[in-house]
């Protein structure tokens, strides 16, 4: 520290001169002031976006008007395609579905499990193969050919008559199947009634409600594939067939390692149609040939055999329509109670807040009241437990209790 105990003086800048704002003399002040809200209130206005361009400016926006466009593209395919009726006529009728497998899983499941599956396949048989006369009238033959690449077999063997008409004799049907290894399995013969007392010809059958026979079923096809296997392969123990294992049986051969087990039979075969009329004239609607599969469509089938996939299709646009009434209905009733609350303010807002969350309190006392309620009970029925005389105890108590009935004069019963 220096001797000398006076501080030296600070050196202070002089102040630097301001120059005064402008002066701007306006002669109309209102007028001005009006335009300059004006232009900013178009500025503004130009710059302020709309709620169709924030709904585009986001990836979420987008993704949920492209789902919205496509749901509502599919609602108006759906009600452009599907009857009116589809309800009552085709969902609510077992026999719309009876060519379907029960309960069948979807093709992408059998593929993502890797098991063997045979798809549901049905063939439109129209037009026969060949046509020879003979003297009662003539024999038209039908082919359809029926392709087995893989290990399963179809679940079910259906053919459905759409149509026939006729002038005098009914026509004769024989369904037999013809398989790779040579065989011919002869399957069912299909009787068609002749003419009722008074009927007029031509007769027709089966236009109004086609005749279904499950070729599988007829015993006549048991009959036939045991004798084929005990004629072509005499050698290999063959299993009892059953109508149950009939399917089985004609899409395949007996193993022969002797476990009396049936393989499946890979190649092509030819399910052949004979049909006897005895006029030329006479007529057969196009027939339809179904092989049930052990999959089915894009959602399978349920109990009933129907397809999931269609009943969902068809309840699409109803799905849709009270999805839309319910978000539109909420998004009124919360607009409304906003713009009242924000207007009125005050206990309006506390009556409109009560309103919102009153069920949820609703809610939460009788959460509550049920557990207090289960509480005592348990309380109560653990109080009645402890309490319970045991036999024993019970039986010296009756006796002490008719003891002093009995000493005071009363009967002891």
């Given at each position: 520290m220096s001797g000398n105990t006076?501080?030296?003086?600070?050196?202070?800048?002089?102040?630097?001169?301001?120059?005064?704002?402008?002066?701007?003399?306006?002669?109309?002040?209102?007028e001005d002031a009006e335009e300059a809200a004006a232009a900013l209130e178009a500025r503004t206005e130009g710059q302020r976006p709309s709620a169709s361009r924030l709904l585009l400016a986001s990836v979420s926006g987008r993704l949920g008007l492209a789902m919205f466009a496509g749901m509502l593209v599919v609602s108006l395919w759906v009600l452009l395609t599907y009857p009116v009726d589809f309800g009552s006529a085709r969902w609510s009728s077992p026999a719309w579905w009876a060519n379907n497998p029960r309960n069948a899983?979807?093709?992408w499941a059998a593929r993502l499990t890797g098991q063997p599956a045979f798809p549901q396949t049905s063939l439109v048989i129209a037009d026969p193969a060949e046509i020879t006369t003979i003297q009662a009238g003539e024999i038209r033959l039908f082919q359809a050919p029926i392709d087995i690449a893989g290990d399963a077999a179809p679940t079910s063997l259906n053919l459905a008559l759409n149509g026939v008409?006729?002038?005098?004799?009914?026509?004769?049907?024989?369904?037999?199947?013809?398989?790779?290894?040579?065989?011919?399995?002869?399957?069912?013969?299909?009787?068609?009634?002749?003419?009722?007392p008074g009927e007029v010809a031509p007769y027709r059958r089966f236009y109004d409600v086609p005749e279904r026979i499950s070729l599988a079923n007829d015993p006549t096809a048991v009959d036939a594939i045991s004798r084929f296997y005990a004629d072509t392969y005499p050698d290999i123990t063959s299993p009892p067939i059953t109508q149950s294992t009939v399917l089985d049986a004609l899409f395949g051969v007996p193993s022969q390692d002797a476990s009396a087990a049936i393989e499946p039979l890979a190649g092509d075969y030819r399910l052949q149609i004979q049909a006897v009329v005895a006029d030329p004239a006479d007529e057969i609607a196009p027939m339809r040939l179904t092989l049930g599969g052990t999959v089915f469509g894009i959602m399978g089938t349920d109990g009933l055999g129907r397809d999931l996939w269609q009943g969902l299709l068809y309840g699409f646009p109803v799905a849709l329509l009270i999805a839309a009434l319910t978000s539109l209905l909420s998004t009124l009733i919360g607009a409304s109670l906003g713009v009242v609350s924000g207007f009125a303010g005050g206990a309006t807002v506390a009556d409109a807040r009560g309103l919102l969350f009153?069920?949820?309190?609703v809610s939460r006392r009788r959460r509550f009241a049920g557990r207090g309620l289960g509480a005592l009970r348990r309380r109560g029925a653990g109080d009645r437990r402890a309490h319970q005389p045991s036999a024993g105890s019970g039986d010296a108590g009756a006796q002490k209790g008719a003891a002093r009935r009995f000493r005071h004069g009363l009967h002891p019963c």
């Amino acid at each position: 520290m220096s001797g000398n105990t006076h501080p030296e003086p600070l050196n202070v800048a002089p102040p630097v001169p301001m120059q005064a704002p402008p002066t701007v003399i306006v002669d109309q002040p209102a007028e001005d002031a009006e335009e300059a809200a004006a232009a900013l209130e178009a500025r503004t206005e130009g710059q302020r976006p709309s709620a169709s361009r924030l709904l585009l400016a986001s990836v979420s926006g987008r993704l949920g008007l492209a789902m919205f466009a496509g749901m509502l593209v599919v609602s108006l395919w759906v009600l452009l395609t599907y009857p009116v009726d589809f309800g009552s006529a085709r969902w609510s009728s077992p026999a719309w579905w009876a060519n379907n497998p029960r309960n069948a899983p979807p093709i992408w499941a059998a593929r993502l499990t890797g098991q063997p599956a045979f798809p549901q396949t049905s063939l439109v048989i129209a037009d026969p193969a060949e046509i020879t006369t003979i003297q009662a009238g003539e024999i038209r033959l039908f082919q359809a050919p029926i392709d087995i690449a893989g290990d399963a077999a179809p679940t079910s063997l259906n053919l459905a008559l759409n149509g026939v008409t006729f002038n005098g004799r009914a026509p004769a049907i024989l369904v037999s199947l013809h398989r790779p290894d040579g065989g011919e399995v002869r399957l069912a013969s299909i009787p068609i009634r002749g003419p009722r007392p008074g009927e007029v010809a031509p007769y027709r059958r089966f236009y109004d409600v086609p005749e279904r026979i499950s070729l599988a079923n007829d015993p006549t096809a048991v009959d036939a594939i045991s004798r084929f296997y005990a004629d072509t392969y005499p050698d290999i123990t063959s299993p009892p067939i059953t109508q149950s294992t009939v399917l089985d049986a004609l899409f395949g051969v007996p193993s022969q390692d002797a476990s009396a087990a049936i393989e499946p039979l890979a190649g092509d075969y030819r399910l052949q149609i004979q049909a006897v009329v005895a006029d030329p004239a006479d007529e057969i609607a196009p027939m339809r040939l179904t092989l049930g599969g052990t999959v089915f469509g894009i959602m399978g089938t349920d109990g009933l055999g129907r397809d999931l996939w269609q009943g969902l299709l068809y309840g699409f646009p109803v799905a849709l329509l009270i999805a839309a009434l319910t978000s539109l209905l909420s998004t009124l009733i919360g607009a409304s109670l906003g713009v009242v609350s924000g207007f009125a303010g005050g206990a309006t807002v506390a009556d409109a807040r009560g309103l919102l969350f009153e069920r949820e309190r609703v809610s939460r006392r009788r959460r509550f009241a049920g557990r207090g309620l289960g509480a005592l009970r348990r309380r109560g029925a653990g109080d009645r437990r402890a309490h319970q005389p045991s036999a024993g105890s019970g039986d010296a108590g009756a006796q002490k209790g008719a003891a002093r009935r009995f000493r005071h004069g009363l009967h002891p019963c």
